[in-house]
């Protein structure tokens, strides 16, 4: 738990904080799986900025720190995925955060694998990591997403299957090569905001989905 040194200094800053919540599931069974790249965003951020996630917080595994003059809160839930927002709710209301504070990072089927895309708003997409975060948001939509891409599962396979299976190698490359593509969009909106950093790199991240539909045509 923070002490209350900590949480005054980032609660008092001239600039709340943001919080950047990546969803997953705990545990080195789910490591390097579809379901997963939310954790694996919020790792490559804290690594590239030399943030800490030394702490439990929240039922998170957590880090905080600041990129130039931002102060910045990085969370992994521990709930597993469907719970996600037993954690996600409790650290927006420890840290008195409004909603557009916070960017929640999640899979997404309907985006090509390693395709990314910042989303100011919007519903859950039947994705279940996203219904528990908005549940405990008290039913509030109004929060941002960076949302990754990992494709859509190949014939009648199951999608609970295809969540948490590991990546193929080029699927694999193709997230790999959009980690630091995520950090970089990250950090532009905490020095841009969100509305300038979403229109340009989702016009970077179009282009990329074209490539990608031209490669496999």
Not at 5 to 21: G, I, K, M
Not at 198 to 204: I, K, L, P
């Amino acid at each position: 738990m923070l002490n209350r040194v900590s949480r005054r200094c980032f609660c008092t800053f001239a600039a709340r904080p943001w919080l950047f919540v990546g969803l997953g599931n705990p545990g080195e069974k789910y490591g390097g799986t579809r379901h997963n790249v939310g954790f694996e965003m919020i790792d490559a951020f804290a690594e590239s900025q030399g943030i800490s996630l030394n702490r439990i917080h929240c039922k998170a595994i957590f880090g905080e720190g600041f990129v130039a003059d931002s102060a910045v809160l990085l969370a992994k839930p521990q709930t597993y995925m469907n719970l996600s927002g037993e954690s996600s709710g409790p650290l927006a209301a420890y840290y008195k955060l409004p909603l557009n504070r916070v960017i929640v990072i999640h899979d997404d089927m309907d985006l090509p694998c390693g395709v990314l895309r910042l989303q100011h708003k919007g519903g859950h997409g039947s994705h279940n990591g996203l219904k528990s975060v908005i549940y405990h948001f008290r039913g509030n939509k109004e929060f941002a997403r960076l949302r990754i891409g990992i494709g859509r599962p190949p014939g009648q396979m199951d999608p609970k299957a295809f969540l948490l299976q590991k990546f193929n190698a080029t699927a694999r490359e193709r997230i790999d090569a959009a980690l630091p593509e995520g950090v970089a969009a990250l950090k532009s909106i905490l020095s841009r905001g969100l509305t300038e950093s979403a229109r340009c790199f989702n016009q970077e991240q179009k282009y990329k989905h074209i490539r990608l539909q031209t490669m496999l045509t």
